[in-house]
């Protein structure tokens, strides 16, 4: 019989090949190379036309705070036995900032850059200040899981939520244009495997945010198959950029 502790080795690594399909795509955007291998769409189109026009970069600044509260959630003086949370989260907080660096450097207009390291430097702040509480105020890791838990659950579940900003122009428009079926299926997917995990050796922090993002993520794909047919083709004009921009890395990188 498999162990516990396999099982959960064996979805670490389903996160990581996600990661690394990613990562393939971004790699291929640099050399504008295009080949159906990855799932940033965003960054290639970044790439292929040096410029970042209207996209923004607050999904992913906001992965790179998730990401940084799962791996305090995952030290063994907070959450013991917990290290391929802190190694997938890991390798997610370095595509993220691989990804920022990219905005950074085609923002030729500098319409975001200040705003980047604005939002990193409050982000490093506000950790900061959670790491000094998490380790003077509690000194159980049953108390330290509970307190930094709680937050990793709320922006996690802010995140998986986020795509649905976009329903009310889905339903009034009869369109889904502005939401990406890869970043839909990203996130069903993503909060899928990592419900597994948390179901292998009980999580109740893991399972609650990534259980309701598996559901978040269905109810995407149920309104992307219901209104596609209705969604007005543009041939072979270029897409405009999506108003709801999170990379399936971010979406892997999610705890």
Known sequence: MVSAEAARNVV?????LLWSCDFLYLLDGLTFVRQNIGCS?????ICKKKDVEEFQPYPYAATVLNCLFWILYGLPIVKPDSTLVVTINSVGLVFE????SIFCIFD??????KKVFLVLFGEVIFMAAIVVTTFLAFH????????????CDIFNILMYASPLTIVKKVVTTKSVEYMPLSLSLANFLNG????AYALIRFDI????????????GFL????????????????????????????????????
């Open 12 to 16: 670490g690594i389903i996160v990581c």
């Open 41 to 45: 769409p965003t960054f290639y189109r």
């Open 97 to 100: 900032l691989i990804y920022l």
């Open 108 to 113: 030729t207009q500098n319409k975001g850059r």
């Open 140 to 151: 159980t890791h049953e108390r330290r899981t509970l307190f930094v838990g709680v937050f």
């Open 192 to 195: 899928c495997v990592w419900t």
């Open 205 to 216: 922090f893991m399972l609650v945010s990534n259980g309701l993002g598996a559901f978040f």
């Open 220 to 255: 995407q794909l149920v309104l992307y198959a219901f209104y596609y047919k209705s969604t007005p083709k543009r041939g072979s004009q270029d897409v405009k950029p999506s108003e709801i921009q999170l990379s399936a890395s971010d979406a892997a990188s999610r705890a």
